[in-house]
């Protein structure tokens, strides 16, 4: 891994007086601010892929630790965990608009009628001619922009609430769902990033902790297999169950972060508090991206330290 300075990143988020990777203020956070943009991350080559899983509602002590997720334990064991990880805000939706817009664009609800002007990372990676599939469970068909559909919630996938994305078609089929990732592993065509939002029994909303470590045991092995040199898998969670949070903009809970793959620092353990817009800085940083909204604030940890060296 090697780090380039991002001073050109820097924007104007009010900071406290304490620099460093370190987080914000009261009772429930962790740490001073961070004043200074985060180096920029690279790997040399760069990740031939990488994935996003996010999973739901479930407070940090509630996974790490426990007997109900051993497949979840052996991977932050394995690879590389960040243990101080908050996520944005409650409830689902606008967290999920984090992480692929960097910022939440105001919305406070799970609103299934409301939608975004902006640009997100799907606009960044066109523009790059960057690779990229949304695998959705249960969802029935590219392009479907209802409220939910069996297991499948649209609050869940963040992608159908981009107003451009949307309105082309081309765009809008890169979303699809899940039972479209064995194919593409079996036929070795994935894409350049992956994200995948299992459906909300899998993904612990409705159904246990138990029942989402057995899904996650089934789909993460095959799909490590795949990232390629320097592959990454980033899995996360949407929220916590507390309004803990970190680093000024977030106060969503005390939430599970690993970083598993090829690419991922080994047996590694990340104190700094990151947040949503952390996992977002670290991955435009390795897809060449700019950085998008908060993931460029001088606020923003990165999870560079939880990246392998070359």
Known sequence: MRLLRAGSLVIGCAALAVSGLAACGDASRAGPIQTHASPVARMDPAPEHIAVIVMENEEYGDVIGRRSAPFINGLAKRYALASRMFGITHPSLPNYLALTGGSTFGISSDCTDCSVGASSIVTQMTAARVSWKAYMQDLPAPCFTGSGAGEYAKRHDPFVYYRSLVA?????????PLSELAADEGARTLPRFIWITPNVCNDMHDCSVTTGDRFLSQLVPPLLAELGRNGLLFLTWDEGTTNDGCCRLAA???IVTIVAG??????ATLKTPVDHYSV???????LGLPRLRNAACAC????????ADP
């Open 168 to 176: 082309d078609r081309r765009l809008c089929g890169h979303v699809v």
């Open 252 to 254: 969503g809970g005390r």
């Open 262 to 267: 090829p690419g991922a620092r080994a047996h």
């Open 280 to 286: 977002l800085q670290t991955i435009d940083d390795l």
């Open 300 to 307: 923003t940890p990165s999870l560079a330290p939880l990246l």
